[in-house]
Structures are given as structure tokens and as C-alpha cells.
């Protein structure tokens, strides 16, 4: 059973941040092969850590809320507001194989749609999913997020790969999803492969 978890960076944890760092490494090399990506998201200026999110498999949503409470950096006071959703792959790529081009830049989108808007989801979710597979070498890993019992989508995770945040942002913008109204809380930010999870450095 695959989450999303996202959880945001405490404000002015940084030096909390550099005390608990290797004790989070650590941590989540335990993960190693539940974990679909895991990585920070940032701020516009590329430096400041907001948060951190991470795709990873569980049996059920208990370990998946273990595997949070137990992360070091919550429990030393760094990061806080956990949200988990079930979730599931739209592409079938991991932090291992995923389609990225070196000098690209990376972006993590997290989305909630409008209440009540399943109806609309469905009726556009095949042109939605044209629209993405036209973007299959900048798409890193999409999918969509999942109501408690699983049966319903509520929302989009997707990592991106562009040469840049004008074209990552004009993706977006182009969306079905999001040109039809579907979506209702956005979030957009810059992201980068965890440091044990990046294939571009880690041999």
C-alpha cells in the first residue's frame, strides 16, 4: 500500500535541522527499499528547506503513521503538520529510474481538489492523462492521492523535471485538471532528491 507523506519544516529549525540531520539519514536508509522518492521541497531561492516529502510502501497506514512519529527530525522538533494520503503511481518509476536530464531543475507539486468535484475528475481524467503522458520525459512520477478506504481520488502528487520554473510552472498551468477547475489547493515548490536518494550521486 503506497502514502504520500509531506511534512513542513518548523520556521527557524535550521540549526535543530543540522543537529538532527544524520540521525534523519540515517533514519530513512532503514527505508531504503520501501521508498519510492524522498527528498526536501524549498523555497524559491533553492536553499531554504520548507518541508520534506517522501512516496514510500507500507503494509497500512499504521506503519505509514509509525514511520512519521518515529521520523528524528519531528521528534527533535524540526518539522511538524505531518499529512498522509494513500496514493498510487500513475508511471511506475522510482528514485531509481525515474526520466531526468541532467542541469534540469526539480519541483514538487501537491494538490487537493475542490470538495464534491469527483464527478468533474472523471469526466476529464482520460484528457488529463494524455496531457501528461505528452510530458512523459519531465514527469518524474505522478499520481493521484486517495481517500482513506482507497476508493476515491482526492488530489495529485507529482515530482517534475524542467529545464527550468517558467516551463514547470506553464505545465501546470496547462493541465486539465487544473484548466477545468478541478483543483483546489495547490502547492508548488522547488525540490530536491534526498541526499541517499538521488541516483546522480549516490553509486
Known amino acids: 500500500m503506497l502514502f504520500s507523506i509531506k511534512l513542513y519544516a518548523k520556521p527557524g529549525s535550521q540549526k535543530l535541522r543540522d543537529i538532527h540531520r544524520q540521525a534523519h539519514l540515517d533514519y530513512?536508509?532503514?527505508?531504503?527499499?520501501?521508498?519510492?522518492?524522498?527528498?526536501?521541497?524549498?523555497?524559491?531561492?533553492?536553499?531554504t528547506e520548507l518541508g520534506s516529502m517522501r512516496l514510500l510502501d507500507f503494509?497500512?497506514?499504521?506503519?505509514?503513521?509509525?514511520?512519521?512519529?518515529?521520523?528524528?527530525?519531528?521528534?527533535?522538533?524540526?518539522?511538524?503538520?505531518?499529512?498522509?494520503?494513500?496514493?498510487?503511481?500513475?508511471?511506475?518509476?522510482?528514485?531509481r529510474d525515474c526520466p531526468r536530464k541532467e542541469g534540469n531543475e526539480q519541483?514538487?507539486?501537491?494538490?487537493?481538489?475542490?470538495?464534491?468535484?469527483?464527478?468533474?475528475?472523471?469526466?476529464?481524467?482520460?484528457?488529463?492523462?494524455k496531457y501528461m503522458e505528452g510530458f512523459a520525459q519531465n514527469v518524474m512520477v505522478r499520481g493521484p492521492l486517495l481517500s482513506g478506504d482507497g476508493e476515491d481520488e482526492i488530489g495529485t502528487t507529482m515530482l517534475l523535471d524542467f529545464p527550468g520554473m517558467a516551463e514547470a510552472r506553464a505545465f501546470l498551468q496547462g493541465a486539465p485538471y487544473n484548466r477545468e477547475g478541478l483543483?483546489?489547493?495547490?502547492?508548488?515548490?522547488?525540490?530536491?532528491?534526498g541526499r541517499i536518494f538521488d541516483r546522480l550521486k549516490v553509486k
Open 28 to 47: 530513512l536508509k532503514r527505508f531504503d527499499g520501501q521508498t519510492l522518492f524522498a527528498g526536501p521541497f524549498l523555497a524559491e531561492d533553492n536553499t
Open 183 to 193: 483543483w483546489g489547493q495547490v502547492e508548488f515548490y522547488r525540490w530536491r532528491f
Open 107 to 129: 519541483f514538487y507539486v501537491f494538490v487537493l481538489d475542490k470538495p464534491g468535484s469527483t464527478a468533474l475528475r472523471a469526466r476529464i481524467k482520460d484528457v488529463n492523462r
Open 59 to 95: 503494509p497500512g497506514r499504521a506503519a505509514a503513521e509509525k514511520h512519521v512519529a518515529e521520523e528524528p527530525y519531528l521528534l527533535g522538533g524540526c518539522q511538524e503538520r505531518p499529512a498522509i494520503h494513500r496514493w498510487r503511481p500513475g508511471v511506475p518509476h522510482t528514485w
